[in-house]
């Protein structure tokens, strides 16, 4: 073969003449016989196998040529020969590579096989894959359709492409490079192969999980290329020119990159690419089109594959970090935290390791405040995931605890959310025993560090010892000892050395006891026990000095057992007993100091977490109650995984989160009812008893000590678990019947516990509770009710319970008998408590008066013997005890003072009692006795129509009747007029004994020197109040008491509950109460907070309720938002949160409330006025309404008398969120307020206007707005008169004449105005005519005077409405 195959750049290339024996093609073969040469094509392939390409190129290259108007088969076909011709070559060339002697021709003819049928293959593919990405395009749209002839070629292509991939890495596995002289590969051979990979890569679908064969063979052959053909540096190159353009392939070349680095052993190629990346400027990712997101992710993933990889580039990245590319410093953060999860963590770190792993966290912890939010949370997201893995260390708890904390104040939504769970993963994970609280962990920490400080004393007193040599000891006591030697040595000494010193056995301990004699100098002893040694231990070497006692061989025997000998090799000294350093007692004294100090360590890294979490527990708590959702699910999570570890203090948020059970949105609602599912109804236990009593423990710690509220949310969950189907409700019903009954020992709150859990219970199965009221009497009322009045209480609540199912019953209603075991118990109890002085009797008489009405036959009858029965108690408990009313000044004795005190608390339960029923009779005769007559009507009706009428005229007038509603209405109108009638008319009646106790309450509530006692007085004006409900000619004689009491009172509890009695009465006689709204509104300005709230609470009810109109006394409820009890702001901006959501409300208010707020009488701050106006005015928020109140507030410019008014008008404009049409209202209102600006009050305001309008606005408006600004300057500095500049007579034009669009000009058509006609009158007030042309913008409050509180006679409703019965009746329904 003379010639050679080159891979041409261009497909056209090989059609053109070649150089020196290169191949051309010769015969480009026409569309129309590319069929029969395909037929010959294949013929040969089976005569002569795949070197037949040689001949057969030509042909292939026509198909190519001519491939778009090919016929498919001719494609198909071709494509299934190249894929043969490859994989005979893969077939045939390993015997043909092992072949030791091969011609040149030989190898020449196989390269230029190889070359021909690789070259056709790649570059078909190509063509295939471009013609399938243009049919997916034309397709995707068309849904439902038929598919073509293109969809059909490209689903066959899809099913032929992994084929091809293949086919080229079986033959690209092969060692092909001895084909090519000195095993050189031309690059143009790898680019064909290349550009087919990368070609493939650039589907759009290559991500997807269908095209995951596809894309791991492509990933595998490139793979080979980079291995075998030097391709490491083009794939690199490649990946990032790539990913610039297409950004799904970032986790595509994520996954390539890591198989390339760890199969491939091509770990120089991840470094080439994060090298690349980090070498790109901010400038270049801030461009669009950079493929910035795509760098991101590819980053962020290949970390997650290779974290182990990209420590020694990650120098390169970090840089990354102070750039602009807020997504680039979230990839880097998240390649950090992938390192320090599954890299840099354990113990095993060397020092360059931890020096590593203290620097990406320190890294990390400073992104936790980020600029960007985005940043912050992903970082908290990482934290999270290291937390998680148990990878953060020890020493970083308490300081990245802190920066999570910090994060619950995030004004961004997701990094809150993801600070949540970042505190979740630290408690969940927590190395602390953070069971116990802070409070729980001070005694400890201070017990042990006080042990601590000691133990250090201890120490430092030793440490002088131990520093002195045993050699200067020695020095010190030479002169004494040789003394004392030459005494011992007299002859009159041997017979005391005798007798006072004992040998010991051996000579070491001998020589250990003179050493410790020498210690503590008693040197006689030492010297005699010396001089016996020798004697005892004549073979001894440490006293073989003593065979001559003299006094210089005694002192270098003791000298040697002392100090030892300081020649290294003496064969002495190595018998010598220890030195006087205790060095093995020291440094047990150093370990013990060592393990204190971790301990006291410990105790208060544990005490400062504690810390933590319970901040973040009080800070999560709030946010149970936020609007957005997602962070509200957070947090309901966050309560459970604390409680779920009982965490101290874990039950306040669990508690704290059950009224969100009537939250309106579902998704919050679903959240709680499965956190308390799963905390409290899905108990763990061997077996279904275990199980129930674990789940009453739990509800029943609950409900310790829980307010009425929270038992009233937690029915609605306990309720849902009753009214399922499980078997364990039955033995949670056993169980809690046990415990109210005493069976079992339990607490006094766990039965009332116990028995509330019943009532939830009954108010799914009410047979629970009906089944076994007698075991309630006995167990908690009649005479044991005495003894707890708290039991007493909840008992008839749970009784109650079944009462709802009774009034939801369209039957008969459900009565028990008067002489019913029940009602006996009942008024006994009532009857005896009245005498008696008990805090709890008032709440227990409340509910069982209301179950007797509930329950009982003709309970007014009942309740007469009880006041009977009680007042004849009082009255001989008053008789024992002397007279009550007695003179205030009157000197008595200290039982007579304790007595009178006892009869006061005692005539105010009795006061209490009548008020309650009195009310209670009220609500029986409108909801029973009412629903009673309506219910015995309908069954009237109904046998009429059974009967059917007697003639043909009587159906059709009853027809016509039905039709107009006027039977029921009629009906109805007469069954009301009854019922109040029966109120106005019987109930106070002489005969009536309610009747006889009005006076008494009259007289208590009208002398309060004379009735002084708190607990009196309070249950007097309750009561007062519960009487003039009853109707209204006892509302309208008692009134005016009823608001001197309000406003005259001492006690804040008694004014407290004048203003909610008053609030009920609005409601019931609205005309009566309507002029005394005003005193209902200065409440609002009490000194005790307690009242403040109460007032507020009560006037949103009735204001957002359309009970009270809303007038310029909502003023009031304004100052309330800047109220020191952060409760009473919460409640006022609650009310201007649901006043916004009526039409226009406060839009209508504003003007009022500015003019009221900057009174110079009310003596309000500035600072205070533009906190309140700033709240206020993020309500407007429609251009309109924007441009409405610009033009009252300059308006108003002209009436205000002082500078301070003027200022706060000014504010008032500034805080608006103006456009365009309200600038130029502002610009047609010059007049107004030009005369003001020299204030600088008044001139900054309306500058900042001007600078918030430039932001973002058009050339053109920008332009009006600077020429503002200008005017707004010269008249501050120069005064309005002073400034002459060219635009003085355009300024006065605008000053003085009025703009053509608002009409003022249309009065005197014809007549042209001069200059000189106008007057200082157009700078004093807008005229008349002006105003009636746009009454929406008048408000009648602008100049109301107090008097006008007092509604007009012709204004005042005779009669009450319907309206108002109806929703008196709805109240107490409720």
């Not at 849904?143 to 084929?163: A, N, P």
């Not at 033959?171 to 192969?193: A, G, M, P």
């Not at 609470?1097 to 809303?1110: A, E, G, H, I, M």
């Not at 993020?1178 to 002209?1198: A, D, G, H, N």
Request: aromatic fraction near 6%; hydrophobic fraction near 40%; include cysteine.
């Amino acid at each position: 073969m003379s010639w050679d195959f080159f891979v041409p750049v261009c497909v056209g290339d090989l059609v053109k003449t070649g150089g020196i024996n290169q191949y051309v093609v010769h015969d480009v073969v026409a569309p129309k016989q590319l069929a029969a040469h395909l037929g010959k094509f294949k013929a040969a392939l089976r005569s002569q196998g795949p070197s037949c390409v040689l001949e057969q190129f030509d042909t292939g290259y026509s198909v190519l040529q001519h491939y778009n108007s090919a016929e498919l088969a001719v494609k198909e076909d071709t494509l299934e020969l190249l894929i043969q011709v490859v994989i005979g070559l893969s077939s045939s060339l390993p015997a043909f590579l092992v072949t030791v002697s091969v011609s040149a021709a030989e190898r020449k003819e196989k390269l230029n096989a190889v070359k021909m049928g690789v070259y056709l293959l790649c570059k078909l593919a190509e063509l295939l894959e471009s013609e399938s990405y243009r049919q997916s395009i034309i397709t995707a749209p068309g849904k439902g359709g038929k598919k073509g002839k293109g969809s059909g070629e490209m689903l066959q292509w899809d099913s032929e492409r992994e084929r091809v991939l293949q086919a080229l890495i079986q033959l690209l596995q092969l060692d092909i490079r001895s084909l090519w002289n000195l095993s050189l590969v031309e690059e143009e051979f790898i680019s064909c192969v290349t550009c087919c990979c990368y070609k493939l890569l650039e589907n759009p679908t290559i991500s997807h999980v269908k095209s995951k064969p596809t894309r791991d063979s492509v990933i595998h052959l490139l793979g080979v290329l980079i291995k075998k053909y030097n391709h490491l540096l083009g794939a690199s190159v490649k990946v990032i020119q790539l990913l610039q353009h297409f950004e799904q392939l970032s986790s595509v070349f994520a996954q390539a990159v890591s198989v390339w680095s760890t199969d491939y052993g091509a770990r120089a190629i991840t470094g080439e690419v994060v090298r690349e990346i980090g070498q790109k400027s901010s400038e270049e990712l801030s461009r669009e089109g950079s493929g910035v997101k795509a760098f991101a992710s590819f980053l962020s993933e290949l970390g997650a594959l290779i974290p182990e990889l990209m420590i020694p580039n990650i120098s390169v990245l970090i840089t990354h970090l102070e750039g602009e590319s807020h997504t680039m410093r979230v990839a880097v953060c998240e390649v950090l935290g992938e390192i320090l999860v599954r890299v840099l963590c354990g113990d095993g770190l060397d020092e360059s390791g931890k020096a590593d792993r203290d620097r990406f966290f320190d890294t990390l912890q400073e992104h936790l405040h980020d600029t960007h939010s985005h940043v912050r949370a992903r970082v908290l997201q990482v934290f999270t995931r290291i937390v998680n893995s148990q990878a953060l260390p020890l020493c970083r708890y308490s300081e990245v605890m802190e920066l999570a904390v910090g994060r619950l104040m995030d004004k961004s939504i997701n990094a809150v959310k993801n600070a949540i769970q970042l505190l979740a993963a630290f408690i969940a994970h927590n190395p602390y025993s953070c069971k116990l609280s802070s409070a729980d962990l001070r005694k400890p920490l201070e017990k042990e560090t006080a042990k601590l400080g000691e133990m250090k004393e201890k120490l430092e007193g030793k440490a002088p010892v131990a520093v002195i040599k045993a050699s200067e000891l020695w020095a010190a006591m030479t002169p004494e000892l040789l003394t004392t030697v030459g005494t011992a040595l007299e002859p009159a000494s041997e017979t005391e050395k005798e007798e006072d010193v004992d040998v010991e056995e051996g000579d070491r301990a001998t020589a250990v006891k003179i050493a410790q004699y020498l210690r503590v100098n008693k040197y006689r002893n030492a010297v005699r026990l010396c001089v016996r040694a020798h004697a005892c231990f004549p073979e001894s070497e440490i006293f073989a000095s003593l065979s001559t006692v003299t006094p210089d061989t005694l002192m270098n025997t003791m000298a040697l057992i002392f100090k030892g000998s300081d020649e290294d090799d003496s064969e002495v000294s190595q018998n010598l007993p220890p030195t006087p350093q205790k060095e093995a007692e020291k440094d047990g004294d150093e370990s013990e100091l060592k393990k204190q100090e971790m301990l006291v360590q410990y105790l208060r890294d544990t005490e400062t977490f504690s810390l933590q979490v319970e901040r973040a527990i009080c800070i999560i708590n709030s946010m149970l109650y936020w609007k957005t959702t997602s962070v509200v699910q957070e947090a309901v999570q966050f309560c459970v995984t604390v409680c779920e570890f009982s965490i101290a203090n874990s039950v306040s948020g669990v508690r704290k989160m059950l009224p969100l059970v009537w939250a309106a949105d579902g998704a919050v609602k679903d959240a709680v009812v499965q956190a308390y599912r799963r905390l409290y109804l899905n108990p763990e236990g061997d077996t279904v008893r275990m199980k129930a009593q674990t789940l009453v423990d739990s509800l029943s710690e609950l409900m310790v000590d829980a307010s009425l509220g929270t038992i009233q949310c937690l029915e609605e969950i306990v309720q849902e678990f009753f009214g399922s189907s499980s078997n364990l409700q039955s033995t949670v019903v056993q169980v809690l019947w046990e415990r109210f009954t005493g069976k079992r020992e339990t607490s006094v709150l766990h039965r009332r516990a116990a028995v509330l859990l019943l009532g939830m219970a009954a108010r799914a199965e009410r047979e629970v509770v009906l089944s076994n009221i007698d075991t309630l009497c006995s167990g908690a009322l009649g005479e044991k009710a005495t003894e707890d009045f708290l039991l007493a209480r909840d008992t008839v609540i749970t009784i109650c319970s079944v009462t709802d199912h009774v009034r939801q019953s369209k039957g008969t209603p459900f009565r028990l008998p008067q002489d019913h075991q029940l009602f006996t118990c009942l008024t006994q109890a009532i009857a005896d408590g009245v005498a008696m002085e008990s805090p709890y009797w008032q709440s227990f008489m409340e509910q069982a008066v209301r179950l007797v009405y509930f329950l009982a036959e003709s309970p007014d009858q009942l309740c007469s013997r009880l006041l009977q029965r009680s007042a004849r108690l009082l009255l001989d408990r008053i008789a024992e005890g002397g007279e009550i009313d007695r003179d205030a000044g009157q000197t008595q004795e200290g039982s007579q003072e304790s007595e009178e005190h006892v009869n006061s608390v005692c005539l105010a339960q009795m006061l209490a009692l009548c008020g309650c029923v009195a009310f209670w009779q009220v609500s029986h005769l409108e909801r029973s006795v009412s629903t009673e007559l309506r219910r015995r009507r309908g069954e009237t009706e109904e046998r009429e129509e059974e009967k059917g009428p007697s003639n043909k005229q009587a159906a059709t007038e009853s027809a016509m009747e039905d039709d107009l509603g006027l039977v029921g209405a009629s009906a109805e109108d007469t069954e009301a007029e009854l019922i109040r009638k029966i109120c106005e008319t019987e109930l106070l009646a002489e005969e009536n004994l309610l009747c006889a106790f009005l006076p008494l309450l009259v007289r208590v509530c009208s002398s309060p020197g004379r009735y002084s006692h708190p607990q009196l007085t309070t249950a007097a004006c309750l009561a007062l109040s519960q009487y003039m409900m009853i109707s209204p000619s006892v509302c309208e004689e008692n009134i005016r008491l009823m608001f001197t009491v309000l406003e005259r009172s001492t006690l804040p509890v008694v004014r407290a509950n004048a203003i909610i009695a008053l609030g009920d009465l609005i409601v019931r006689f609205p005309n009566i109460l309507e002029p005394w709204t005003q005193n209902l509104y200065a409440r609002l300005s009490d000194e005790v907070p307690s009242v403040r709230q109460t007032a507020v609470t009560v006037l949103t009810q009735l204001v957002l309720k359309d009970v009270l109109k809303v007038k310029g006394q909502v003023s009031e409820v304004a100052v309330l938002l800047i109220d020191p009890e952060p409760h009473i702001t919460s409640l006022a901006l609650n009310f201007f949160n649901e006043l916004s959501t009526k039409d226009n409300a406060i839009y209508n208010l504003l003007p009022d409330i500015i003019s009221r707020l900057s009174d110079p009488e009310r003596g309000m701050t500035s600072e205070d006025f533009n906190t309140i106006m700033k709240q206020l005015f993020s309500y407007i928020t429609k251009e309109r309404q924007t441009e409405s109140l610009v033009e009252k507030l300059c308006q108003r410019f002209r009436t205000a008398k002082t500078e301070r008014q003027w200022c706060d008008l000014a504010m008032s404009l500034s805080l608006l969120s103006m456009c365009e049409r309200g600038f130029k209202r502002l610009q047609e209102c010059w007049e107004c307020y030009s005369d003001k600006l020299t204030e600088v009050g008044v001139y900054q305001p309306l500058v900042s206007i001007s600078t918030k309008l430039r932001r973002g606005a058009k050339p053109q408006f920008k332009a009006q707005v600077g020429e503002f600004e200008k005017r707004l300057t010269a008249v501050h500095t120069r005064g309005l008169e002073n400034v002459e500049s060219p635009e003085t007579g355009e300024e006065t034009t605008v000053k003085q004449t009025p703009v053509p669009t608002r009409g003022r000009s249309r009065a005197k058509r014809g007549q042209a105005k001069t200059p000189g006609s106008l007057s200082d009158d157009c700078f004093v007030t807008p005229q008349k005519s002006r105003c009636s042309k746009k009454p929406v913008i008048t408000f009648s409050s602008d100049e109301e005077e107090d008097e006008e509180a007092v509604m007009a006679e012709s204004e005042t409703p005779k009669v009450t409405t319907p309206i108002a019965r109806t929703s008196r009746r709805a109240r107490l329904r409720n």
